[in-house]
């Protein structure tokens, strides 16, 4: 699974093998203990470093070539230096590292994808920016894998706007891309002016569209859990106009309204009943 963590691959070989992760852990010497949450509970987004042997021994064990492992596995060979310090030379060994702090944002992978690919309902988990997390082919969030006790994914069944713009993501990317633009950083700022929005919607006096969509993606009602869920709701729910907001910085006539309304050469918050939030793009 292209984007997998190291540790993820690790429990599906496991899991051929009829074992469990933690009993094929003991191929390697471990440097440090494996990341939990404050309540105990282990990370979901735990990585492991190996080192030259590490890799080796993972390879054998799968039956796949090192060089295919590298391109598939984000974390292989990463932080070399810093597990190869520690033991015996030529003693297989790894080390235990949050995901996010060895390459990026992590996330739960589509069961349903995981097992057109792999033949059965494994937990796949992997690293995805927040601009890849919406399966077309499932309508379906990923959600982020650091955080304990949240779901694996959200359905989006009844919001097929999200499931669109993810479509038209792709598009936004390309002309970031022709304008000489990292589509990252262009999404980091939408997303940073929609979070705004969504903190002064506390309330939701007058807005309806997310909570029909954060409703939806709760299952139908989000009730007594309603701020827990506007917490894990929240990039799922947002999405449609994290993409439209990024879409439209890329519109001069817009990138001046946008300009204007955040105080031009006095920056300020971008008002959610500015010039720019009121326009309509042809």
């Given at each position: 699974m292209s984007g997998e963590t190291t540790w993820s691959f690790v429990s599906r070989v496991a899991g051929c093998y009829g074992l469990d992760a933690d009993a094929l852990a003991g191929r390697w010497r471990w440097v440090n203990h494996r990341p939990r949450?404050?309540?105990?509970?282990?990370?979901?987004?735990?990585?492991?470093?190996?080192?030259?042997?590490?890799?080796?021994?993972?390879?054998?064990?799968?039956?796949?070539?090192?060089?295919?492992?590298?391109?598939?596995?984000?974390?292989?060979?990463?932080?070399?230096?810093?597990?190869?310090?520690?033991?015996?030379?030529?003693?297989?060994?790894?080390?235990?590292?949050?995901?996010?702090?060895?390459?990026?944002?992590?996330?739960?992978?589509?069961?349903?994808?995981a097992a057109r690919r792999t033949g059965g309902p494994v937990r796949v988990v992997r690293y995805a920016a927040r601009w890849e997390r919406v399966c077309v082919r499932h309508t379906r969030w990923s959600s982020d894998a650091d955080a304990d006790g949240v779901p694996e994914h959200l359905e989006l069944h009844e919001v097929p706007e999200a499931v669109?713009?993810?479509?038209?993501?792709?598009?936004?990317?390309?002309?970031?891309?022709?304008?000489?633009v990292d589509p990252g950083e262009v999404f980091g700022v939408a997303w940073a002016v929609v979070c705004r929005w969504w903190e002064s919607a506390l309330l939701?006096?007058?807005?309806?569209?997310?909570?029909?969509?954060?409703?939806?993606?709760?299952?139908?009602?989000?009730?007594?859990?309603f701020e827990w869920w506007r917490v894990v709701g929240r990039d799922a729910v947002t999405f449609p106009e994290v993409v439209a907001v990024a879409d439209a910085l890329f519109d001069p006539a817009m990138a001046e309204r946008l300009w204007r309304d955040s105080g031009a050469e006095r920056p300020r918050m971008l008002p959610a009943d500015g010039v720019f939030c009121r326009s309509r793009r042809p």
């Amino acid at each position: 699974m292209s984007g997998e963590t190291t540790w993820s691959f690790v429990s599906r070989v496991a899991g051929c093998y009829g074992l469990d992760a933690d009993a094929l852990a003991g191929r390697w010497r471990w440097v440090n203990h494996r990341p939990r949450h404050g309540s105990g509970a282990r990370r979901a987004d735990a990585e492991t470093v190996l080192d030259t042997a590490g890799r080796q021994v993972l390879a054998q064990l799968c039956g796949v070539e090192e060089e295919v492992l590298a391109r598939a596995l984000p974390s292989w060979g990463r932080e070399e230096d810093e597990v190869a310090g520690w033991g015996t030379a030529g003693m297989p060994r790894g080390m235990w590292r949050v995901g996010g702090a060895v390459v990026g944002p992590v996330a739960f992978g589509c069961r349903l994808c995981a097992a057109r690919r792999t033949g059965g309902p494994v937990r796949v988990v992997r690293y995805a920016a927040r601009w890849e997390r919406v399966c077309v082919r499932h309508t379906r969030w990923s959600s982020d894998a650091d955080a304990d006790g949240v779901p694996e994914h959200l359905e989006l069944h009844e919001v097929p706007e999200a499931v669109r713009a993810q479509r038209r993501w792709a598009g936004v990317a390309r002309r970031a891309v022709r304008a000489g633009v990292d589509p990252g950083e262009v999404f980091g700022v939408a997303w940073a002016v929609v979070c705004r929005w969504w903190e002064s919607a506390l309330l939701w006096e007058r807005e309806e569209v997310w909570p029909r969509r954060l409703h939806a993606v709760a299952g139908g009602d989000a009730g007594g859990d309603f701020e827990w869920w506007r917490v894990v709701g929240r990039d799922a729910v947002t999405f449609p106009e994290v993409v439209a907001v990024a879409d439209a910085l890329f519109d001069p006539a817009m990138a001046e309204r946008l300009w204007r309304d955040s105080g031009a050469e006095r920056p300020r918050m971008l008002p959610a009943d500015g010039v720019f939030c009121r326009s309509r793009r042809p």
